[in-house]
């Protein structure tokens, strides 16, 4: 069962949100869905894969990023 992973992702504009989405869009085969939180700098997302896996796509963006939580449900 897919579990919600939820990030920390130091985000200044709507720049640095969007290249969040972009990545993550890459995925879209492993990760059913996702959502950026500008205001709160938050990313949770929703997906079978292990939190480290997201972590380092996330990381891709060169944004600082910090694994938060996992659980199960919904965004």
């Known amino acids: 069962m897919a579990q919600v992973h939820k990030y920390r ?5 709507e720049g640095c949100s969007g290249a969040v989405e972009k ?3 890459k995925h879209k085969d492993k990760i ?3 959502n950026v939180n ?5 990313v949770k997302v929703r997906t079978n894969l292990p ?7 996330i990381k891709k ?3 600082e990023t910090e694994h938060i939580s996992s659980s199960q449900g919904d965004l």
């Open 9 to 13: 992702v130091k985000m200044t504009c």
């Open 23 to 25: 990545v993550l869009n």
């Open 32 to 34: 059913e869905t996702f």
């Open 38 to 42: 500008l205001a709160e700098q938050q």
């Open 51 to 57: 939190a480290d896996e997201v972590l380092e796509i």
């Open 61 to 63: 963006t060169g944004k």
